[in-house]
C-alpha cells in the first residue's frame, strides 16, 4: 500500500459502510462475520480457487475488517453508552458490550462509520511502512486509544485494589460506587447511581494466569496444526473467530483463542518456511508456546487497558500485534528461516 491509498474515494465510502455496518450488527457479531468469511476465503484458496475477494477483501478488507467494522462498532457502543441510548443489562459499564447491537440511529452509525474509516487509515499507514506485526490488530488496538480520547473516557480509569493487576476485587465481588465513583454512560440512564464492580475483567472465565496458558497452549496446537496441514496461517483464526458466535449466543464459558490461534499458527509456518521444512512435532510445540506467550499478553493487557476502564479495548487485537512481532524478532534474529506473511520492515 502506499499512503496515497489514505484518499482513496473509493475506500473511504466502503470503509465508512463498513464500519457503520459493525455498528449496527455490535462489533462483536461483526467480528463473528469476519470469522466465517476467513474461514470461507481460506477454503476457497487451499482449494486452489482465487481466495482474494473473500479473505482479502471482504473477511479483511473494509466490510469485516476488525479494524473497521469491529472497532467501529467497539467506538459506536462507546459513543451510544455517553449518550445514554444502551440499556443493555450488561453487568459491566454498558460502553463495553461489543455484543449489543446498536439498530439504526444515524448518529450512532455515523461515528461506527467515522471510526471505521480511521482503522482503514491506520491499517494502510502500517501497510505502507511495511511494519513488522499485524496491521489490522494494530489498527484495532489504536482506533480504541483513539475512542477513548475522543470521547471523553479515561484512558486506563481508575485503578482499584492493589494495583493495575489486581483481580482480587473482582473475585470478593467488591462494588466501584463503595468510593463514591459514579461513572457516566452506565446501566442507569437518569444519571443516578449506578452499582458496577470495582474491577471488571474482560473475561469472567478466562483471566486466571494458569487457566489462561493452558488454553493458550492447547489454542497454539490446534492453531499450528491447522496452519502446517493447510498452508493457511489463518484458517484457524477463522476458526477462533466463527465460534464466539456461541459466547455472543449466551453459552458460558466459551474460551476466546483468535489471539492465540493466529501468532501459533503463523510461527508454525514461519520456523519450517512455510511448512517445508522441519519437523512436525517441533512446529507444534512452537505454536504451542507461542499460543501461551501471546494468551499470555492478552491477559496482561486487559488488566491494564480493559480491566478498570469505561470501554471496549481489545485485549486480543494486542495480543496479535505482539505475537506477530514475535514472530518478526525470531526471523530477524536468525531463528526462523522466514516471516510467514509478517512483513519485515524491507530485511
Given at each position: 500500500?502506499?499512503?496515497?491509498?489514505?484518499?482513496?474515494?473509493?475506500?473511504?465510502?466502503?470503509?465508512?459502510?463498513?464500519?457503520?455496518?459493525?455498528?449496527?450488527?455490535?462489533?462483536?457479531?461483526?467480528?463473528?462475520?469476519?470469522?466465517?468469511?476467513?474461514?470461507?476465503?481460506?477454503?476457497?484458496?487451499?482449494?486452489?480457487?482465487?481466495?482474494?475477494?473473500?479473505?482479502?477483501?471482504?473477511?479483511?478488507?473494509?466490510?469485516?475488517?476488525?479494524?473497521?467494522?469491529?472497532?467501529?462498532?467497539?467506538?459506536?457502543?462507546?459513543?451510544?453508552?455517553?449518550?445514554?441510548?444502551?440499556?443493555?443489562?450488561?453487568d459491566y459499564h454498558n460502553a463495553k458490550d461489543i455484543a449489543f447491537a446498536l439498530g439504526t440511529k444515524p448518529d450512532v452509525l455515523a461515528v461506527g462509520g467515522?471510526?471505521?474509516?480511521?482503522?482503514?487509515?491506520?491499517?494502510?499507514?502500517?501497510?505502507?511502512?511495511?511494519?513488522?506485526?499485524?496491521?489490522?490488530?494494530?489498527?484495532?488496538?489504536?482506533?480504541?486509544?483513539?475512542?477513548?480520547?475522543?470521547?471523553?473516557?479515561?484512558?486506563?480509569?481508575?485503578?482499584?485494589?492493589?494495583?493495575?493487576?489486581?483481580?482480587?476485587?473482582?473475585?470478593?465481588?467488591?462494588?466501584?460506587?463503595?468510593?463514591?465513583?459514579?461513572?457516566?454512560?452506565?446501566?442507569?440512564?437518569?444519571?443516578?447511581e449506578e452499582t458496577r464492580l470495582a474491577v471488571e475483567p474482560w473475561l469472567p472465565h478466562q483471566y486466571k494466569w494458569g487457566n489462561v496458558a493452558a488454553m493458550?497452549?492447547?489454542?497454539?496446537?490446534?492453531?499450528?496444526?491447522?496452519?502446517?496441514?493447510?498452508?493457511?496461517?489463518?484458517?484457524?483464526?477463522?476458526?477462533?473467530?466463527?465460534?464466539?458466535?456461541?459466547?455472543?449466543?449466551?453459552?458460558?464459558?466459551?474460551?476466546?483463542?483468535?489471539?492465540?490461534?493466529?501468532?501459533?499458527?503463523?510461527?508454525?509456518?514461519?520456523?519450517?518456511?512455510?511448512?517445508?521444512?522441519?519437523?512436525?512435532?517441533?512446529?507444534?510445540?512452537?505454536?504451542?508456546?507461542?499460543?501461551?506467550?501471546?494468551?499470555?499478553?492478552?491477559?496482561?493487557?486487559?488488566?491494564?487497558?480493559?480491566?478498570?476502564?469505561?470501554?471496549?479495548?481489545?485485549?486480543?487485537?494486542?495480543?496479535?500485534?505482539?505475537?506477530?512481532?514475535?514472530?518478526?524478532?525470531?526471523?530477524?534474529?536468525?531463528?526462523?528461516?522466514?516471516?510467514?506473511?509478517?512483513?519485515?520492515?524491507?530485511?
Open positions: 500500500m502506499a499512503l496515497a491509498e489514505l484518499w482513496s474515494i473509493e475506500m473511504l465510502i466502503a470503509a465508512f459502510a463498513g464500519g457503520a455496518f459493525g455498528a449496527a450488527l455490535g462489533a462483536l457479531p461483526a467480528f463473528v462475520f469476519t470469522g466465517f468469511m476467513v474461514i470461507a476465503g481460506e477454503a476457497a484458496s487451499i482449494a486452489n480457487a482465487d481466495a482474494g475477494a473473500i479473505t482479502g477483501s471482504v473477511a479483511f478488507g473494509a466490510p469485516f475488517s476488525p479494524a473497521i467494522s469491529f472497532a467501529g462498532g467497539a467506538a459506536a457502543a462507546a459513543y451510544a453508552a455517553k449518550r445514554g441510548y444502551m440499556q443493555s443489562g450488561f467515522l471510526f471505521g474509516i480511521l482503522g482503514y487509515w491506520l491499517t494502510v499507514i502500517s501497510a505502507t511502512f511495511n511494519m513488522p506485526y499485524d496491521h489490522i490488530a494494530m489498527g484495532v488496538v489504536l482506533s480504541a486509544l483513539f475512542h477513548r480520547l475522543i470521547l471523553g473516557y479515561d484512558v486506563i480509569g481508575k485503578v482499584r485494589g492493589k494495583g493495575l493487576l489486581d483481580m482480587t476485587p473482582f473475585e470478593r465481588e467488591e462494588l466501584r460506587t463503595a468510593d463514591g465513583a459514579s461513572p457516566s454512560g452506565g446501566a442507569v440512564a437518569d444519571g443516578g493458550g497452549a492447547v489454542a497454539g496446537i490446534f492453531g499450528g496444526y491447522v496452519a502446517m496441514v493447510t498452508g493457511s496461517a489463518f484458517l484457524a483464526f477463522g476458526i477462533s473467530a466463527a465460534s464466539l458466535l456461541f459466547l455472543n449466543l449466551g453459552v458460558e464459558r466459551i474460551p476466546v483463542t483468535h489471539h492465540m490461534t493466529l501468532p501459533a499458527g503463523t510461527a508454525a509456518l514461519a520456523m519450517t518456511n512455510g511448512g517445508a521444512e522441519g519437523s512436525l512435532a517441533v512446529a507444534l510445540l512452537v505454536a504451542g508456546a507461542f499460543g501461551l506467550v501471546s494468551g499470555l499478553f492478552g491477559e496482561l493487557f486487559q488488566r491494564v487497558f480493559y480491566a478498570h476502564g469505561d470501554t471496549h479495548w481489545d485485549p486480543p487485537a494486542a495480543a496479535i500485534v505482539f505475537g506477530t512481532f514475535l514472530v518478526f524478532v525470531m526471523y530477524a534474529i536468525g531463528v526462523f528461516p522466514s516471516s510467514s506473511w509478517v512483513a519485515t520492515l524491507g530485511m
